[in-house]
């Protein structure tokens, strides 16, 4: 019989928390979501703060994903919380078992809409919008690198990596008769650099609010079936 899991004597009160003596000192807590880690004086992170906001339990989900030894848990009862979790793959984490029924998805298409001047938009525009965005992200830990644009007369494709020569095929596109609403998707590799293209396309899309709003993801059955979608791609 397992020992119970005992959470870090430094988190907050609060549905995240660290798991004690699990932290190898990643770092990605504090890469990912830097308001709500910190360390203790042996460098073990712990929960400071709790998401107040659904953008900052969307940053939480994503560190726990992201975090590899899934020290990052959830006790909570949130059922959406825990359908995203579950959706990710990590109900591992949960103290509280997901209902059996949620599966591990992939959400690979995004529409949304454009807030702006829609002459000025186009495919090849938001593809460089997008590689700006990657070159800002880039630090000692993690150096994003980009292929050549590809561009036809209403879609532009690129290729991204954030671990070695691993790279991601992304496309942008516009919706026919729509001068405002746009497409991306990411060809699924099966592997678990799905999810990250997702992680990065969504961070960038949140970054830009005054620019991007009206977001929705689907899954690859969803686009090309009934349309349902979700707000966030987990």
Known sequence: MSEPIQPHPKNVSGPFYVENGCCTACDVPMQEAPHHFAYDGDNHCYVCRQPQSGAETTDMIGTAWMAEFECIRYRGNDPD????????????????????????????????????????????????????????????WRQFKTKTIRSSANASSLEFAWYEDHFHPILFASIPDSASEWHIEYPLKNDLGDRGV?????????????????????????????KSWQSTPW
């Open 81 to 140: 919380v825990l359908r995203r979790l579950a959706e990710l793959d990590l109900r591992r984490i949960c103290d509280i078992e997901p209902p059996s029924q949620i599966i591990p998805v992939i959400r690979n298409h995004v529409r949304i809409t454009i807030i702006g001047t829609p002459a000025t938009d186009s495919s090849q525009q938001l593809a460089k919008e997008f590689i700006n965005h990657l070159a800002s992200q880039n630090n000692e």
């Open 198 to 226: 997702g992680n990065v396309v969504s961070y960038w899309l949140n970054c830009n609010e005054g620019r991007f709003t009206n977001i929705r993801w689907y899954t690859d059955s969803d686009w090309h079936g009934d």
